[in-house]
């Protein structure tokens, strides 16, 4: 199964002549229907809706068709009923326009204040002329699903490219991981000279006053406390575990971007830890690069559906 991206973008028209098996234009300019779906990162699946009048009744069936197919991200669907020949303008019949004068004629013998129709909306009303709201009301939701399959495509091959950028990133991190594995033990020697010196230089304090017992009782206390300061095998060991889910899930696909987020949270955690640890400046240096990296995972975990 594909990683999925939550960026993505479609465009889909049609007009008249391409509707309903290639019947004939019935205006001379023709019209045409435009869609569009614009999609960005979200937490949750957000639908948002721009459409003409006459298509807005259609709204419910749109979103239950979206909603089948994506799953979370910010989605703005427009829609637009046009001209599709020279001329913009709609051109009312007379029968059209002597139905709007009765229309008017009758509204203002009730209600004289009522402002009388202007050329602006007798073009608005003329666009339902004919039952084309009608029609495209039909022609929506098969031009809906090929702009869902665009996006989708459009996600997919975004989601492909974040997918092979995070494998790189785990590639770069288990590299890290596997420079750090070998200074723990590096780090325990150091310990064990630490330890030495200061035994020799406790038993050179006490001149003989300080029983030796309370010295070595000394050294014991701070070796072990920097004993427990300085290991990080722990921490390596789930950043490890950390590192192969990661991998799993980005192979297996899918709905994947909430789990991944946590793991990229817990991996922070891991390193941030690693590097408060540190007595070494390489150990310094690995922790430092890993939070460098696992933050720019967590920026494209974010888009990840």
Known sequence: MSVYSMTGYAGVQQSTADSATGAESRSPCGTRLGLEIRAVNSRFLDLSFRLPDELRQHEPALRELISRHLKRGK????????????????????????????????VRAWLPDAAPLSVSDVLRLSNGEGGNAADWGKELLPLAARAVTAVLEAREREGARLAAMLMDRLAQLQQLASQAAPLIPQLVEQQRNRFLDRWREAMAMTDGATPPEAAQ???????????????????????????????????LGGEIGKRLDFLIQELHREANTMGSKSSALELTRISVDMKVLIEQMREQVQNIE
Do not use: Y
């Open 75 to 106: 989605v703005e669907v427009r829609a637009a009923i046009e001209a599709a020949g020279a001329s913009p303008l709609p051109e009312p019949s007379t029968r059209l326009l002597q139905r709007l004068n009765a229309v008017q004629d009758n």
């Open 217 to 251: 009782d000394r050294a014991l206390t701070e070796a072990t406390a920097f004993a427990i300061r300085i290991d990080v095998a722990e921490e390596l060991t789930r950043m490890d575990s950390h590192l192969k889910e990661i991998g799993r899930l980005v192979t």
